[in-house]
């Protein structure tokens, strides 16, 4: 799995290994992807599945949804590819489900997620 570095875009610099569950409302971050661009994303959320969490993202200049394994240390977060085909796919039908609108055509939800 490869790690990514991540940057919540806060100025006033604090510690997100805070305690508090989540509640900080992180609503960007920048991220290094494994071409070592550069991309500023906007957080859909982060949900569990299966004792994990995983973070959904979607980068400012584009509409596809990227999936990560998400965990927080005391180094901060950090973000790793999920590197199985099953486990993607159980993760991407966690995420539809989660943040889906059943109004929408899943399907067509489906082919613009993909994977970094």
């Given at each position: 799995m ?8 806060c100025?006033?610099?604090h510690?997100?290994d ?5 509640d900080?409302?992180?609503q960007t971050?920048?991220?290094?992807l494994?071409?070592?661009t550069?991309?500023?994303?906007n957080?859909?959320?982060?949900f569990e599945?299966?004792d ?39 993760v991407?039908?966690?995420f539809?489900?989660v ?6 055509d899943a399907e067509?939800?489906?082919e613009?997620?993909s994977?970094?």
């Amino acid at each position: 799995m490869t790690d990514h570095n991540v940057d919540c875009g806060c100025d006033h610099g604090h510690d997100h290994d805070c305690g508090c569950d989540h509640d900080h409302d992180l609503q960007t971050l920048r991220i290094i992807l494994d071409d070592d661009t550069e991309a500023e994303c906007n957080v859909l959320g982060i949900f569990e599945m299966n004792d994990k969490e995983y973070i959904a993202l979607v980068p400012q200049d584009d509409e596809t949804v990227l999936l990560y394994e998400y965990s927080e240390n005391e180094e901060g977060i950090e973000l790793k590819n999920i590197e199985n085909d099953d486990e993607f796919e159980a993760v991407s039908e966690a995420f539809f489900s989660v943040f889906g609108d059943e109004d929408e055509d899943a399907e067509e939800d489906e082919e613009e997620l993909s994977e970094e």
